[in-house]
């Protein structure tokens, strides 16, 4: 397949304004690199925040214009001459978004999301809203080859994978007939929801959200136990009620607000954990501290994933353990990004919002 | 040996005045139970909190007058014909403080200091400081035979209790050279020092205070790395080059007030752990949360111990593990429990005060 | 309810032989002691061990005539004076089996089943293949109410326990698509096939045994991805053809025959386990040793379960993550517990029998 | 600094003949390669194996003639230009041996030895008994700079690492007081003991060998709480004698042959781990298999370490948690490794034999 000199590619060129389509070089891959022909390309919170510029004064992105996007699927194009011969070209592959440029320790020990020579899409380096994607190193890529309706594997690579280690690192504290509240149903929610039913099917799960729509989203996915509206109830008092006083063994916070980690942490049980998931911002407040300290209650953050856990995220899509496809809501053009950025900034998306290309 | 009709006990009468020395009724032990003759009992900061009636509110204590002193250590005086024949009278043994009066599934799984029917000594149920001690059923006495000066053996029930159990959780944290903190070197923390030495020697120890004395308490235990004055030096300046700029992997936090909570989670490494000890009030604060997320931080706290971890500990004290006569630094009479509750208070104590029976 | 001062007792009177029904003295419940009027009692391999009198050299059981039956359940028919008021008469109980006289630090550690003190039913103790069954201390309850067809019951105080222990414990090996295999479908292995399903749903469950009955029993209840019949087919070419030459990550073997060890140990993945389940005699060889080592194999064994342990098995059981009800086959009047025995002892029995009394 | 067209190699050119050291063609770095001079070389047990051609039936090694050493220790003597510049030339590094030649979920997880691809030196691939040695990739090294005695930092690489490794899969098994014994002390059996008293401290540690002389080496680096001849007296009896009848925690067994499997897994406590370190062939045997299970204990394999673990080790070396310089006896030319060769398979070397180049 003769590759062409240039591509598109959505670039931002103004922090907050519309997404420019134009075209760009198309570089070819030598080495261990790989390029990618890239068939979907999903839009996570994270882009908004690059988009508006709100992590500018921390250098990021790097430099404008930039190119968003960290899930991103896809099929060879090219390859360098150093990449294995069964990596074939027109093979199905998504790209591990979490990229290093360097090996330390924390890649030595398979933490490689935890690098300290991060060259994470479309934070540190550009991403895959572009239609060929350069991969550095074929070692970034996972075969989905077998998983149907390519664009909407997308997610995997950020939503359905942050998910997967935040929910694997409570599970150890998850015993039959607990309690789990998920904060959030949108795109992390409702991967969220599906990996705590597939690891770990024996706890009554509860969605939280402040939209009837978001819970009725969520409830088309899996069985939830209970649900709350957080517009419309005391979100700890129908906590309370629903667990019959005994309160969550773990909540998965994928808002991350001064109020839901104060509300959420006082309704854990005796060595409940409650898990922030995503890049959030703002501050964590716990008042009073007492009833934390004397049942042993633990607060953390899970960020993203490791290599590892993104090939055990295929495998698991692989199975059926997660519909993937019912996340994705919404398909749009390369045109289109910025329409799909306003949407999720505007809290009017569900689920995940795809470009297609 | 003939008991006694009635012996003497210290009882607070009226919160935050000072104890009165009363003689009291002296109970027979019946079926499991045992009559301690009490040789030590430990001032601890909960019994200032207690006296003081800081948590009346919550119902603790349950009534006036009411017996201080958690820390209690004795020989076997009497015991009931359901208590088996080794334990002998005459024999000596630590009591272990964190009593419930009925098994449920907490007890069951070993986390007995979780119990839902907690019978907490000098929380909830009288305490040791008087000449005679009850103990409900001898499962909850611990041999210390072969342990030198007894009185001083007393502290283990606590301080070295609660610290032991903080520590062995942030151990699987700790890995060759990291560097380790531990705030405030009172009573809790010249034990938690004398533990990360002999459970994790292979870690850089930084002791933090507001005194030069605690600093060179402490040092007089176990060599510390590194020491910090808060009082004379901005302490996340002087950690981060104590720590070249790598940061703290675990932080042992005896004070826990909004202050070392808002410093020290910001000091921790990738994956590194704050660990609050002891019964500590007020409120917790994370501010910028991001970092904390990114970093996959923990905040937790510690709440005293099981009895298998009493057992441990003893264990450990026997081997020389830790040097339990170095923590006592001051020895009272009954009468004088007021003076050492002062001087908690105040401030103005280092390591721990027993009172000599 | 007025207490009989008789009730009839199956009594091995001599090994071998053919149980007595006798009508022994009804004891009378003090202190913490619970009498319970016993509605079901199942019939364990073990049953056979102790009958035939295999186990005598090693003190097991202790005297003759002896009462078999480790797994009871039953109604609170009277009880003590110390024991609390919730535990009223008709209440319907699960006996934990594994008893001990006195509290250690295994026990204190939740560790209850490797007690230095043990009082296990049907092994040094008798056990409830009897009207009335005598319990030493109310903490040994476990509350079933809930629970229909309470004699189907019986076999969660040993089969359902033992196997739940061995597969928590081989959970942190399992990752989604890897390979288990349960060797041998009977008591056992019809509920670790079941708890596998219910723990790690994400795995591929392949189930192992000599008759197609037992196949055709476990199909029943599970839905096991592959069968292997290993009086048709080599086990090992098989697995190896199921496994698509992954091997297996673990195995629950309920058989441990030198046979059964040599060939699954062989057949393990890299740092695969194989778990062998219940009191099984023999011995065991691992040839050739080198890929056991090379690959970081675990071989180990697990014997029945804890307290703990117990009341979550009640907690799933009540939850329905296991269908106890379908494990039991044949239901045996107290004239009938030989036929039982015989019938286990000679491989003609599929899943369990129960006495129902 | 120029580099040598030609350097000197020690060959094994027929198997079990004295090596030959002839010139062969020093290779140019390109890429992310690396060139190292060696400046020391461990000779293992393992070498003697693929020296004597014992695993050639396993393709081990691949063809002849080939170059043994896993233990490789030298400095950067040049590099290819996609090298980071830190790592400048004459820069001191060891090589971690279990390198591998592509990526897979083994080493995106961190466990780099159980690669499906491995290149591991001097069973593979050519090891580093040579002048100048290839490394394929700069990421298998790691600095040593600080490091006194260079050629004696060479056993880091498989004596330590794999001892280390070894260690800390049983320290969670290890509490106060525990008893553990080392099973032969050579060149990993002095490192074991080495990791035990640096990681458990707090645990009784016992040598057991066949000689005098080991005996006395090993208590000459660290402290023996108790030793063990096996060849004077028995070791079942003398264990138990040690212990006081508890028998031990874990065993870290460097000999693996029959007879030490069965004698020390009979000698575990409950819950206590049997661990096999080092490639070793032969069978295993547990018998009687009861006591085994009933007691829930445990055997299994260890095998090098992971890159990961790598750095670890060096990190407890520079930090003087083992005395590397200790382990090392005797210092050869490239012309003597046939002689050290032969004393190790003739079981007259005491701890390691470095080739010094």
């Known amino acids: 397949m003769p590759l062409p000199v240039k591509h598109r590619a959505a670039l931002v060129k103004e922090f907050g304004k519309p997404l420019v389509v134009e075209e760009i070089p198309t570089p070819e891959p030598r080495d261990r690199q790989v ?22 004064v921390a250098g990021i992105p790097p430099k404008l214009p ?39 320790v924390y890649v030595a020990k398979g933490l490689t999301q935890l690098s300290e020579y991060p060259a994470h899409m479309a934070i540190v380096a550009d991403g895959g809203m572009q239609e060929y994607y350069l991969v550095s190193d074929y070692r970034f890529l996972v075969s989905v080859d077998g998983l149907e309706d390519l664009p909407a594997v997308a997610p995997l690579a950020c939503a359905g994978l ?28 409702s991967y969220a929801i599906q990996w705590i039913r597939a690891l770990a099917p024996y706890v009554n799960l509860i969605g939280v959200a402040g939209r009837d729509e978001s819970l009725e989203f969520a409830s088309r996915i899996v069985k939830l136990d209970a649900t709350v509206n957080t517009s419309k109830v005391d979100p700890a008092k129908a906590i309370m009620e629903i667990t019959k006083g005994r309160g969550l063994k773990a909540v ?29 911002g703002g501050e964590a407040k716990i008042s009073p501290l007492l009833p934390f300290i004397v049942n042993e209650r633990i607060l953390t953050g899970s960020i993203v994933g490791s290599l590892g856990e993104q090939i055990d995220v295929v495998t698991a899509a692989k199975r059926g353990m997660v519909n993937y496809r019912a996340v994705v809501t919404r398909r749009l053009k390369l045109e289109e990004v910025t329409e799909g950025l306003e949407a999720l900034e505007k809290r009017r998306a569900l689920g995940r919002q795809v470009v297609v290309l």
């Open 35 to 56: 390029l990618i022909k890239v068939v979907g390309a999903g839009i996570c919170h994270t882009d908004v925040h690059v988009w508006k510029g709100d992590w500018s």
């Open 66 to 104: 930039f190119i968003l996007s960290h899930e991103v699927v896809g099929t060879i194009a090219a390859k360098g001459d150093k990449v294995p011969d069964d990596l074939k070209e027109g093979r199905n592959v998504l790209v591990y978004a979490w990229q290093w440029s360097r090996d330390d």
């Open 162 to 189: 942050t998910t997967y280690r935040a929910v694997k690192r409570i599970l150890s504290h998850l015993e039959p007939d607990d309690y789990v509240a998920v904060i959030g149903l949108g795109g992390l929610g």
């Open 252 to 280: 998965v916070d994928t808002v991350g607000t001064e109020t839901t980690i104060m509300v959420y942490t006082s309704l854990l049980t005796k060595m409940g954990v409650h898990m922030i998931v995503g890049m959030i």
